[in-house]
């Protein structure tokens, strides 16, 4: 008995000693390891690092995700390129107001990242237990297109996270927009407003109606899929929804009883005065359901001036 206790002794003893031994190990090296992983990173990140400067204004350069699709075109068989930059002034207001609130409606007051939007994407995603929408802003879409690729792993979102944050430093909205607007998907092989214009209506970007401006916002979600040649259930839903978020309702635009004279303005007039004049902060955002929808409701901050645009 005695030899075993001092067996059982000797052993624990051994063992504490070995778990001391491999927790100091860890300790000393997972963060050494990190850093090196971190300073790594930074390295290649410092060898992707945009030009700001260039980007602030001129031609809106090509993305990575149009560099990529002629790369692979031959091989898959796709069609040819359709890619026509054209300037934020030849792109009707409607068509703005239609992209943002399908998009990111509440892209005049984040810089960057709209945390409620996100928050709700997740809990809906959660209550379908799949990942059914998202919660980008345009601002971060804007970097993925433009600098990155549309993969789902985390290191690609890091960075898109830090680019995100610089680029709504060095850039104002009206540019973040005008990038986007010429960048996004709109079709198999058809990259920004001009050219998916072009291609469903015959028409420039200009000439569109506030319909097809319409339609063309409830492509972004699922070019390839839902847009205005194939008509499906799920682009005709999305259209309908859209519509509806432009229309403001008549208790949404009447003054609230006991505010005597104060206005209430709708959606619609809002985006638009941010648009021509950078207005901003009087209405919120909650995402409601699949393909990316989100739905307008108002809140009591006034207008605030921002330099924005």
């Given at each position: 008995?005695f030899?075993?206790?001092?067996?059982?002794?000797?052993f624990n003893?051994d063992?504490?000693?070995?778990?001391?031994?491999?927790l100091?190990?860890?300790f000393?090296?997972v963060?050494r390891?990190?850093?090196?992983?971190l300073f790594v990173?930074l390295?290649y990140?410092?060898?992707?690092?945009?030009?700001w400067g260039?980007?602030k204004?001129?031609?809106?350069?090509?993305?990575?995700l149009?560099?990529?699709?002629?790369?692979?075109r031959?091989?898959k068989?796709d069609?040819?390129?359709?890619w026509r930059p054209?300037?934020?002034?030849s792109?009707?207001?409607?068509l703005?107001?239609?992209?943002i609130?399908a998009?990111?409606?509440?892209?005049?007051?984040?810089n960057?990242?709209?945390?409620?939007?996100f928050?709700?994407?997740?809990?809906?995603n959660?209550?379908?237990?799949?990942?059914?929408?998202?919660?980008?802003?345009?601002s971060?879409?804007?970097v993925?297109?433009?600098?990155?690729?549309?993969?789902?792993?985390?290191?690609r979102?890091?960075h898109?996270?830090?680019?995100t944050?610089?680029?709504e430093?060095?850039?104002?909205k009206?540019?973040?927009?005008?990038?986007?607007l010429?960048?996004?998907?709109?079709?198999r092989?058809?990259?920004?407003v001009?050219?998916?214009s072009?291609?469903?209506?015959?028409?420039s970007a200009f000439?569109?109606?506030?319909g097809?401006?319409?339609?063309?916002a409830?492509?972004?979600?699922?070019?390839k899929?839902h847009?205005?040649k194939?008509?499906t259930?799920?682009?005709?839903?999305?259209v309908?929804?859209?519509?509806?978020?432009?229309?403001?309702?008549?208790e949404?635009?009447?003054?609230?009883?006991g505010?005597?004279s104060?206005n209430?303005?709708?959606f619609?007039?809002?985006i638009?005065?941010?648009?021509s004049s950078a207005?901003?902060?009087?209405?919120?955002?909650?995402?409601t359901?699949?393909?990316?929808?989100k739905?307008?409701?108002?809140?009591?901050?006034?207008?605030?001036?921002?330099s924005f645009?």
């Amino acid at each position: 008995m005695f030899w075993r206790r001092s067996y059982r002794r000797m052993f624990n003893k051994d063992f504490n000693s070995g778990i001391d031994t491999r927790l100091g190990w860890l300790f000393f090296w997972v963060p050494r390891l990190l850093l090196l992983l971190l300073f790594v990173d930074l390295l290649y990140v410092a060898t992707i690092w945009p030009d700001w400067g260039g980007i602030k204004s001129g031609p809106v350069p090509k993305s990575k995700l149009i560099e990529q699709y002629e790369r692979q075109r031959k091989q898959k068989g796709d069609p040819h390129l359709r890619w026509r930059p054209v300037p934020f002034a030849s792109i009707p207001e409607h068509l703005v107001r239609a992209v943002i609130v399908a998009e990111d409606s509440r892209f005049y007051q984040h810089n960057g990242f709209d945390l409620i939007a996100f928050k709700e994407a997740m809990d809906y995603n959660l209550s379908q237990r799949r990942a059914v929408v998202g919660g980008s802003t345009i601002s971060q879409q804007t970097v993925k297109n433009l600098f990155l690729n549309p993969s789902r792993n985390p290191i690609r979102k890091w960075h898109e996270l830090l680019m995100t944050w610089f680029m709504e430093k060095k850039l104002n909205k009206r540019r973040i927009l005008e990038i986007y607007l010429n960048i996004a998907e709109f079709g198999r092989g058809i990259y920004g407003v001009e050219a998916a214009s072009q291609h469903y209506w015959g028409v420039s970007a200009f000439q569109i109606s506030e319909g097809q401006a319409v339609e063309l916002a409830a492509t972004l979600p699922s070019p390839k899929k839902h847009n205005p040649k194939t008509q499906t259930k799920t682009f005709s839903s999305r259209v309908t929804k859209i519509k509806s978020w432009m229309t403001p309702r008549k208790e949404e635009t009447a003054a609230p009883s006991g505010m005597g004279s104060v206005n209430c303005v709708g959606f619609y007039t809002f985006i638009k005065s941010s648009i021509s004049s950078a207005s901003m902060g009087i209405f919120s955002v909650r995402s409601t359901g699949p393909f990316g929808v989100k739905r307008m409701s108002f809140s009591s901050r006034m207008p605030m001036a921002s330099s924005f645009m």
